[in-house]
Structure formats: structure tokens, C-alpha cells
């Protein structure tokens, strides 16, 4: 079992800043991936950005120049960087983690972009 816990989530300005962090239980090195999604109510769930344990780094095109993800591979944790706020940012993020052919979800944490 891998437990994901996720922090950072809040209420920001357009044009505001946020940063998340999602802390993965599992201290050995099968996780594959680690990755953020997001999801307005009433909405299909959204992929954000996913960071590969070699270091490779991605983020969706609705995304792109404003959110970056990072991730410590000692610390098992992954960092979304979220930038230039828009309220269409407004959701709950989830972290996920990919680790062998599992997949594991936080509990989610409210990002709310409003002025």
C-alpha cells in the first residue's frame, strides 16, 4: 500500500500563486511516477502534470508556462508550481502515483482561484 498526502491548497487571487506538494508513503523505489489531476464537480477528471522517477517532467497544454512540476526522489515527494492563476484553475487537485502496475490517489486538496 502507498499512502499519498497532499498540501498546499488554498484560496488565491487571479494571477496568484500557489504551490502543492504530495508526500508518497512507500520509502524504496518502485514508484514509476508521480503526477497531479484535477477535477470540477460535474466535470470528467483532468491530468495536470506528471514527474517520471528518471526526472522527466510534463504538463498538459491548458497548463503549459504556468504550471511546472518538480519532484525529490529521496523524499518520495512531487511539487506542482502553479503560477498566473486563472479561476478556470479552480478544482480539487489529486496527487497520483504510479508503482508497479498499481495506481494510488491522494484525498484531494480545493484550489480556489477567485478574487
Known amino acids: 500500500q502507498v499512502q499519498l498526502v497532499e498540501s498546499g491548497g488554498g484560496l488565491v487571487q487571479p494571477g496568484g500563486s500557489l504551490r502543492l506538494s504530495c508526500a508518497a508513503s512507500r520509502s524504496d523505489f518502485s514508484i514509476r511516477l508521480m503526477g497531479w489531476n484535477r477535477q470540477v464537480p460535474g466535470k470528467q477528471r483532468e491530468w495536470v502534470a506528471a514527474?517520471?522517477?528518471?526526472?522527466?517532467?510534463n504538463v498538459a497544454g491548458s497548463v503549459k508556462g504556468r504550471f511546472t512540476i518538480s519532484g525529490d526522489n529521496a523524499k518520495n515527494t512531487v511539487y506542482l508550481q502553479m503560477n498566473s492563476l486563472r479561476p478556470e484553475d479552480t478544482a480539487v487537485y489529486y496527487c497520483?502515483?504510479?508503482?508497479?502496475?498499481?495506481?494510488?490517489w491522494g484525498q484531494g486538496t480545493q484550489v480556489t482561484v477567485s478574487s
Open positions: 514527474f517520471t522517477s528518471s526526472g522527466t517532467a
Open positions: 497520483y502515483a504510479m508503482v508497479g502496475g498499481d495506481d494510488y
